[in-house]
Each structure stands twice: as C-alpha cells, then as structure tokens.
C-alpha cells in the first residue's frame, strides 16, 4: 500500500515555543491531508482538513492561529504548533488521500510532549 | 453531523476463539464507506476491512468479517481464530466523502 510518513515521530518542547511537524506521501500524490489529535486511551479527533494550494479547513473548536497547517505541495503537509503549551501534549496523527483512489492512508504519528 | 458509536470499551478473547466487536452510526446520508482499523501500541492506524454502503455483501478478509446491516445502521467485526497479534485498540470509521469520523474505540484483549 501507499506510505505517508510523519517527522519528527517524537518531540519535546519547551513552553512558549513553536513545533513544526510534516506529513508525507512518499509514493502517491495526496490530494487532501489530514491532521488528527489523540489522546491517551481516546479516539481520532479530526482537527482540520488540507487541500493543496488553498486554506485549511479546521474544525469546530480547533484555534487556527495555534494550529497552522500548510499544504504547499500534493506531498506535503506541515502542523505547526505555535506557542505551545503542557495542554498542547498530544499524539498528532495525519492521513492523506490519494487523489487516483480516493483511499486514506495514515502516517506513523507524533508524539508531543511540552514541557 | 455523522456519529459513530462503539459501546464497548474493552473485549478479551480465549486465542483460537471467536469475537465480535460492535459499532453503529449514525448518518442521513445514502453513499458512504464504513471501516474498522487497528491500532497496536505502536500507535500506527492498521485498516482491517471496508465496505461500501451500496454493497449488501459483508466484507470478508480472511479471518476478518462484517456484519452490515445498513437499516440498522449496525456494522459489526467479528474476528475468528484470534491470535496474540490480534491485541489492539479497534476504531469503527464512517466516511462520507474524503471526511473520516472514529468510534471512540474498543480495546481487544487476546488471552493465551
């Protein structure tokens, strides 16, 4: 199948500071990405929706200023996580679909930890 | 909004048995696709099954099996002759197109 990998899997911050965290799709052009947030022992929460070259779509409750998401190529995605806080820490998960199949295909996930 | 529901927080199974993990929805829509992934404590999303709402056929993948029942809005798993390697957290899915929405999930346990 499709591969998406995520970088960095696995970061620590400081409080205040901004993260940067991308999403790829190694061998297919995906079309529209994804980004998810899951906590401990909880489900995918859809934080926002990314098509290439245009503005993200975000969620009810999900603060675009914080939460920046780039879509600059049909390979590319970035979640950046601006000022980040304890309450930030998470695992973020991104997904993107192929545009010939319309399948979704996720990535390994990040882990956040803001110290 | 599309709903997905999983009301069973945990499961454990006997290896080389049988179980079925349980999900409905909930949605006014008449087009849609329904998944179950599999995610093990690696945290890396695993899809298990598809089916397509327009299908009456359950989807089969080899010891992986559905029960769909669309009036019902039901879309069951059952997992046969389970194995250690079975051991995960399961999420039912709902997509109606490129949106995905996850059932709170259902944590599998595989006894030896």
């Known amino acids: 199948g499709a591969v998406v990998s995520q970088h960095p899997s696995w970061v620590i911050c400081k409080s205040g500071t901004s993260v940067k965290i991308e999403c790829r799709s190694l061998?297919?052009?995906?079309?529209?990405m994804f980004w998810y947030r899951q906590f401990p022992k909880q489900s995918l929460m859809l934080m926002a929706t990314s098509n290439e070259g245009s503005k993200a779509t975000y969620e009810q409750g999900v603060e675009k200023d914080k939460f920046l998401i780039n879509h600059a190529s049909l390979t590319l995605s970035t979640l950046t996580v601006t000022s980040a806080h304890p309450e930030d820490s998470s695992f973020y998960i991104c997904s993107a679909r192929q545009g010939a199949t319309g399948e979704l295909f996720f990535g390994e996930g990040s882990r956040l930890t803001v110290l | 909004a599309q709903t997905v529901t999983q009301s069973q927080p945990e499961m454990s199974v006997q290896e080389a048995e049988t179980v079925t993990l349980s999900c409905t929805y909930d949605t006014s829509e008449s087009d849609y696709y329904l998944f179950w992934y599999k995610q093990p404590p690696s945290r890396q999303m695993i899809l298990v099954i598809r089916q397509e709402a327009y299908k009456q056929q359950n989807a089969t993948e080899n010891r992986f099996s559905v029960n769909f029942q669309k009036a019902a809005k039901s879309f069951s798993l059952k997992i046969s002759d389970s194995q250690l390697g079975d051991a995960a957290m399961y999420f039912c899915a709902y997509r109606s197109l490129s949106r995905l929405t996850f059932g709170e999930g259902t944590q599998l346990t595989v006894n030896p």
């Open positions: 061998d297919f052009q995906a079309t529209t």
